[in-house]
């Protein structure tokens, strides 16, 4: 476990992720409950309701780019954390904020909404490239050469 990460890093990979995703799930339930409650005020049944949750391009747009903007935040603490080599810190982070993911997704009740095969690849694509985006900035800071006047 020494070559590859230590208690330190362990500790900054579980709780900045940990905290950015609750923010982030914070804002993208405040995001829905809007949406929701827009629906309800213009007399949305539940059938389109439902509908719009899936195939409505706005709503799409801005849950992708709610988790876009979140996921990069997380890239860039983790990178600043880790100051190491950017795939092994994309690598890692990716892989715990899917961990954390999976485990508070396990945990909370589950909703009925099935979403289709590219909306869950393109989310996916937009999550892991932000995570990248975060990452890079950092490692770009981090490998910049010192200006010497």
């Known amino acids: 476990m020494n070559n590859l990460i230590t208690f330190r890093e362990l500790k900054g990979l579980i709780l900045i992720p940990l905290l950015i995703f609750f923010f982030y799930a914070v804002t ?5 409950i809007t949406a929701l409650d827009f629906m309800y005020t213009n007399n949305f049944s539940e059938a389109e309701m439902s509908d719009a949750l899936v ?12 988790a876009a ?11 600043n954390h880790l ?8 690598i890692i982070t990716i892989v715990s904020v899917e961990l954390i993911d999976n485990i508070v997704n396990y ?8 979403y ?3 909306q869950d690849i393109l989310s996916y694509g ?24």
């Not at 903007?69 to 990178?79: C, D, P, S």
């Open 28 to 32: 993208e339930f405040f995001f829905l």
């Open 55 to 66: 195939n409505s391009t706005f709503l799409l747009t801005v849950s992708l780019s709610i």
């Open 69 to 79: 903007f979140y996921n990069a935040l997380t890239g860039y603490f983790v990178a």
């Open 83 to 90: 100051k190491e080599n950017l795939v092994k810190i994309s």
């Open 107 to 114: 945990l909370l009740p589950d909703d009925e909404t099935i």
């Open 116 to 118: 289709p095969l590219w």
């Open 126 to 149: 937009v999550e892991w490239g932000a995570i990248l985006l975060g990452a890079w900035v950092v490692s770009r800071r981090h490998n910049k050469p010192n200006k010497q006047d």
